[in-house]
């Protein structure tokens, strides 16, 4: 559903793993600091919570989506450590081999690029195609990552607006059988657990899961568009034959400033 996050290191995310960490922490120092936790742990409102937001979402996505839900949260912790400057280094690097020696020189230098989209890119160079068709075959494969990355994203967002009325639909449950059973005192109880449950169950998974990963997969969407962006204008210079000066000139207008730097000088 991805695109390769993961071009450079597979260090952990640290910003997600420590959100998680102090989340989850501080949630379950509460519990157990407020009286105990296992009175916070019923099956019967986890299974309508978890098994209600799983076959909901099989109902809005087709199953080969929803089964790639294990490798997009992959991709939410081990996001793509290379850096836009990396990326202009590695395109100047291309320019100048090209220049100096020609396109075809750079054959062996595709074989190995761990980024698909690159290697592309570096293959179409190699072919000698024209640059204006490179940048449309470039274009629609970047307009459809897009789009794949839009879709798992988009699968996590639906998840969290359907476990809160998972959640809402238990507490339903859990009313309907506490009044079922007002004559018996002792049934009471575990109507009131269940109804109040399952919309802890859907609350927690929806505010601390679902929709953190949908906002983290938006973010590294992001990211992975603009190197892409910068990769295509790059390759479509190079296919142009533009000086590696003035590449590195257009490349820069990707990055913050504070992040330039000018391997041919001012």
Known sequence: MFGNFREGSEDF??????????????LLAAIILGGGFFSFLDLKSLLIVVGGTVGATLISFPLKEFLRVFATLRLAIYPDHSSGLQRVGRVLEIAQRAR?????????????????????GLELLVDQIP??????????????????????AE???????????????????????????????????????LALLTTFYGATLAHLV????AGKLRARSEEERLIKEMTLEGIVAVAEGVNPMLIER????????EERYTRFGS
Do not use: W, Y
């Open 13 to 26: 995310d640290s910003a997600t793993v420590l959100g998680a960490c102090i989340a989850f922490g501080l």
């Open 250 to 257: 257009r490349l820069h207008c990707f990055l913050p400033p």
């Open 155 to 193: 699968l996590f967002q639906t998840m969290g607006a359907i476990a809160p009325a998972m959640g809402l639909i238990g507490t339903l449950i859990g009313l309907v059988r506490m009044l079922e059973t007002l004559e018996n005192p002792s049934e009471i109880g575990p109507g009131m657990a």
């Open 131 to 152: 640059a204006a068709e490179i940048r449309r075959i470039l274009e629609l494969e970047l307009a459809n990552l897009e789009d794949r990355h839009r879709r798992g």
């Open 100 to 120: 100096t020696d020609g396109e075809l020189s750079i054959e062996g230098l595709s074989a190995s690029e761990p980024d698909g989209f690159f290697r592309k």
């Open 210 to 213: 679902f929709l953190p990963i």
